[in-house]
């Protein structure tokens, strides 16, 4: 589809203009599908860490609580982008911006809910919440607080953020945590009964659990790298199905679930009650303040890649209220925080359309996928390793976007030590988290995921070290 078929070249700079239906759907969908994948696993990811995901005893009840997780995960991302797009008040930056999940929430959430069960969601979602009023009102204030944040400071985050998901990835990859600690147990029973291990009964790790992981890794790679347009775009995605296909004839799939979710639904506010952590409540508002600084990054990319400008402030701050208020009204019925999605800017510079209302079609129909429970449900039929092998890719990109960020700093000594002691510490802690328990619950929670100290001691050594310190 060119350029020419879509509009002239000012109408493809133009936010407010709207192609014929017939293009705007496709590209509309286009945008979703983009995203859909790194939209929904999130709230895989955090259920099965609660231990009512894959592998736990919800499974003979079709994993209802996830399920509904993956149905909010659709249904707000496609509201909060109708806040970008469309707009309410000073709320929006009326441009073609999807919203979705963040992988940067990831690290905090898991520890938070960890082993918890359903019981742990509450304080989960009402920290959401609050993570979401905090963004909203950063709205006001992400002009004046740029300078604190320069690359050295948000490349290392964004680093840190990757390393502390690498580790999910290949346990998914694996098998999963279910399976993983199964298996610790049976080799644990048998040392201890002085029996050879049956590695039969061990699946964690089996050939069988990483044939379809690595299908998935091929074949995304070969799409990525072999092809162009929306098929480059879509290469997870592809992937994922490609890998879905062998866990199939593998026998790795069932359908159970999907026959008993019904046809639609309406969310349910507070479904899992209210419950206030400081721990978590804390780690939210923190990490809403690095989600800030990513969405105006991506404003800045979106509207310099479609339309050749700069972003204007009051793009940036609508765009950060939107963030914010899609994230709170999130977190009330149940779904993780919202962002603006970076693969989005790729395929605005890919398609060199600006239409906020083709980002709109993409909204619609992502809350007609959060209001169906079947689509949810036949979400969760993807094996978790073949889920695996996607974000063992797309945790590896989120850790070379940091290392891409770093390349902006000028590496002299200063630099150097802060970047060094920063990332010893915090990288530290998140391997070694015993390292702390001999600490309150609150500060274990907020330091082993890496991200706060790894932050602190950046942003701080950078404000108070002059510029040819060491020098």
């Known amino acids: 589809m060119t350029s020419s078929a879509m509009g002239t070249p000012e109408q493809l700079r133009d936010p407010d203009y709207m192609p014929a239906l017939g293009r705007a759907i496709p590209l509309g969908i286009q945008h979703v599908l983009a995203m859909f994948v790194s939209n929904v696993t999130p709230a895989i990811i955090v259920c099965g860490a609660a231990g009512i995901g894959f592998g736990s005893d919800q ?18 991302a496609g509201v909060a982008t109708l806040f970008q797009t469309i707009g309410v008040g000073p709320v929006g930056a009326k441009l073609p911006i999807v919203q979705g999940t963040s992988f940067a929430f990831v690290p905090v959430m898991i520890p938070a809910v960890a082993g918890l069960g359903s019981a742990g969601l509450a304080g989960l979602m009402t920290g959401v919440v609050f993570g979401g009023i905090f963004h909203f009102f950063l709205g006001f204030l992400i002009g004046r607080i740029r300078y604190a944040l320069p690359p050295l400071v948000t490349g290392l985050i964004v680093l840190m953020i990757g390393l502390a998901l690498v580790r999910v990835g290949i346990q998914y990859a694996a098998g999963g945590v279910p399976a993983m600690e199964a298996g610790m147990r049976a080799i644990a029973e048998a040392n201890a009964a002085g029996v050879p291990v049956n590695w039969d009964a061990v699946s964690f790790g089996s050939f069988a659990q990483w044939f379809p992981a690595l299908v998935v890794i091929c074949v995304t790679l070969a799409i990525k790298f072999f092809t162009r347009g929306f098929m480059a775009v879509a290469a997870v995605l592809v992937g994922i199905l490609a890998g879905y296909v062998v866990a199939l004839f593998m026998g790795q799939v069932s359908f159970t679930a999907v026959e008993r979710a019904g046809l639609f639904a309406l969310p349910n506010p507070f479904r899992w009650g209210i419950e206030f952590n400081a721990a978590i409540i804390i780690g939210m508002c923190f990490m809403a ?13 979106i509207t310099k890649g479609g339309a050749g400008r700069e972003a204007t402030d009051k793009e940036i701050e609508g765009a950060t209220f939107a963030d914010g208020a899609g994230s709170a009204i999130a977190g009330i019925f149940g779904g993780l925080p919202n962002t603006s999605f970076s693969q989005n800017v790729g395929l605005i510079a890919m398609t060199g359309l600006m239409s906020r209302h083709v980002v709109t079609i993409g909204a619609i129909f992502l809350i007609l996928c959060g209001l169906v429970p079947k689509i949810g449900a036949a979400i969760n039929t993807v094996p978790i390793n073949v889920l695996g092998g996607g974000v063992v ?22 630099n150097m030590v802060i970047f060094a002691t920063a990332l010893s510490v915090s990288l530290g802690l998140q ?32 404000l108070v070290l002059p510029e040819n310190a060491g020098e």
């Open 393 to 414: 890719v797309m945790f590896g990109m989120v850790c070379a976007a940091g290392v891409s960020m770093l390349s902006d700093v000028k590496w002299n000594r200063r």
């Open 289 to 301: 303040l690095i989600s800030a600084i990513e969405t105006v990054g991506d404003v800045s990319g």
């Open 431 to 462: 391997l070694v988290p015993e390292a702390l328990q001999h600490m309150g619950q609150t500060a274990q929670i907020l330091l082993t995921s890496g991200l706060l100290p790894a932050a602190a001691i950046a942003i701080t050594l950078n």
């Open 59 to 76: 499974a003979a009840l079709g994993f209802p609580d996830m399920t509904y997780m993956i149905q909010m995960s659709m249904l707000f």
